[in-house]
């Protein structure tokens, strides 16, 4: 595979509940300027991943709500934005994202990202990212990548391994460690 068969989906539906009474339903916090560094979340987070995709392979996942906000904040092709038909949470969305980027290009290796994670140290979530890419293409895998929580919290799902695994590389027949 090439890098031409990578995509990213960004997720930039949510009503940003979580960050209120600053977040609201109208304007969620993905596309707030939080850090007071003039860009929102959301804004970081499609300039971070157009250091590993070309931007016509980055589409952004939303509500019909946020489409204008959408457009707003990026200079980015309408074709590029992926309104979801309603809100039945994250895996139906996904589905059907998923499903219009495989129609593009049955080929298509996709990241999938939200669209307000703030990332410390990009140069070494990049770098997880090539290798999980790298590791999916050759092996037709569906990867994951979580970090190590510091506290429970019901709202956010966990990772549960036995131990750590490495994935043989089909292609080069070096092992990769996730």
């Known amino acids: 595979m090439t890098i031409n068969n990578r995509y990213v989906l960004i997720m930039a539906g949510g009503v940003g509940s979580r960050f209120w009474p600053k977040s609201r339903s109208n304007y969620p916090k993905q596309f707030i300027d939080i850090l007071g ?7 970081i987070t499609y300039a971070r991943f157009l250091k590993i995709c ?6 952004v996942l939303t509500d019909d709500n946020y489409v204008n906000l959408v457009l707003n904040q990026l200079s980015l ?20 994202a998923n499903a219009k980027i495989s129609k593009l290009n049955p080929e298509a290796t996709i990241v999938v990202t939200p669209s307000d994670h703030l990332i410390l140290r990009e140069d070494e979530f990049l770098s997880k990212v090539g290798v999980a890419l790298t590791c999916a ?3 037709n895998a569906l990867i ?29 027949g070096d092992e990769v460690k996730l």
């Not at 092709?77 to 059907?96: F, M, Q, W």
């Not at 990548?145 to 994935?167: A, C, M, W």
């Open 77 to 96: 092709d309408r074709d590029n934005i992926i309104v979801e038909p309603s809100r039945n949470n994250t895996a139906p969305c996904l589905a059907y």
């Open 137 to 139: 293409e050759a092996n």
């Open 144 to 172: 994951t990548l979580g970090i190590k929580p510091t506290r429970p919290d019901i709202g956010y799902g966990y990772i549960k391994h036995e131990n750590e695994q490495g994935v043989k590389n089909k292609e080069r």
């Open 37 to 43: 560094t003039g860009q929102s979340l959301f804004q």
């Open 54 to 59: 070309d931007p016509a392979q980055i589409y």
